[in-house]
């Protein structure tokens, strides 16, 4: 029966930090995802638990009560005192240490859910698009088919435990003798062992492998979202159901346009003769050519709305909209007979004096107060 001192390989008189420190360690070294063998997921079953119990004062103080052999221990090694439930059924045979009822643990677990990037562009996200993902995950293995045996063999009942995958034994503790249940050392718990262990998986059922996802990306994702695909991570141990694959979306930033929920941004520059008589332009959306009418006399910071040319929503059909924000773009070079036009525009025009109005950190503060109330 594994002492919980031992399992952590600390003293009996060891600090709090020093068992915190301990298990860190060993939970790196153990954990499936950098160690996947049989062997390491056991120890790392019994490290969590015996980190669980030293780590908790009242635990760990019931525990030294009743030595390396305490009726206190739980799941892993010597037998828990859960409630009243588990003290009954370490009387009578059940124990902690094991699966309720002295069954055999089956082989068979469910896989690990596995996380994939995805980068999207921002037209990507206007309908919706479709990627086939390579994904490098695990997969049954072709040759045993989950059975983790070497073809034409089998398990067999583990002579030990008696295919009951638990070890009854007496132990004495402050309440006198006690029956406690443990997992059978030499089949795991299983209650079989596998004499001859495939080739290919090494007794694991499944492989390391690259596989192809076909995905259909709904629109209106956006960067951070997640989406679940259940059934497509990886394949359990002895062929167990897969876990679920879980897809992070990132869209890139767009040179043109921007996105504000489910409408789309962009600025468009007019010249100062445009604004002032108005004009028409065709300008390239992501889902193609739009007609835009400039009114004239259209004003930098006035926004025109093309409806629905924006983004079709995640949970939705009806498009947002295109949203333009006008930049009336100020001629800065002038030769002699532009400039004697514009200033006999302005002698016509009796333009009022220059006056203070609200301030504005630039165009773009304008055009996002004007997005903001379009």
């Known amino acids: ?47 969590t638990h015996a980190y669980d119990v030293l780590s908790d004062p009242d635990q760990r103080r019931r525990y030294d009560m009743g030595g390396d052999q305490s009726p206190f221990g739980g799941a892993g090694g010597a037998a828990g005192f859960g409630g009243f439930s588990d003290i009954f059924e370490t009387f009578f045979g059940g124990g902690a240490g094991g699966p309720r009822g002295g069954r055999p643990r089956s082989r068979r677990e469910r896989g690990q859910d596995a996380l994939v990037r995805v980068d999207l562009e921002l037209g990507d996200v206007v309908f919706g698009t479709h990627r086939d993902l390579e994904v490098d995950t695990a997969v049954l293995c072709e040759t045993c088919q989950g059975s983790c045996c070497q073809p034409g063999t089998s398990e067999v009942t583990c002579d030990i435990c008696h295919g009951t995958g638990n070890i009854q034994r007496t132990v004495r503790s402050l309440l006198g003798n006690v029956v406690t249940t443990q997992p059978c050392a030499t089949c795991q718990g299983h209650g079989t062992t596998i004499p001859y262990p495939c080739a290919t998986c090494q007794g694991q059922g499944r492989v390391r492998a690259r596989r192809t996802v076909s995905v259909d990306i709904p629109a209106g994702v956006e960067t951070g979202l997640r989406l679940q695909l259940p059934g497509s991570g990886e394949v359990g141990p002895a062929g167990g159901p897969n876990g679920d694959l879980y897809l992070e979306i990132t869209v890139a930033p767009h040179e043109i346009f921007s996105r504000d929920g489910d409408d789309l941004l962009a600025t468009l520059e007019v010249s100062m003769p445009d604004a002032i008589l108005g004009t028409s332009a065709t300008i390239q959306a992501l889902d193609g050519g739009v007609e835009l009418e400039v009114r004239p006399g ?32 100020t001629p800065t070079r002038l030769d002699h007979k532009e400039r004697a036009l514009i200033e006999e525009f302005a002698k016509r025009t009796k333009a009022p004096a220059p006056q203070l109005a ?16 379009a």
């Open 358 to 373: 609200q301030f504005h950190q630039g165009l773009f503060a304008k055009l996002r107060d004007r997005f903001r109330n």
């Open 1 to 47: 029966m594994a002492d919980h001192y031992e399992v952590l390989g600390v003293a009996r008189d060891a600090s709090a930090d020093d068992i915190k420190r301990a298990y860190r360690r060993l939970a790196r070294e153990l954990h499936p995802d950098v160690n996947p063998g049989a062997d390491a997921a056991e120890r790392f079953k019994l490290v």
């Open 298 to 329: 259209v004003q930098s910071g006035d926004v025109l709305t093309i409806k629905g040319r924006g983004i079709t929503p995640l949970r939705g059909s009806q498009r947002g909209d295109l949203r333009v924000g006008v930049h009336v773009v």
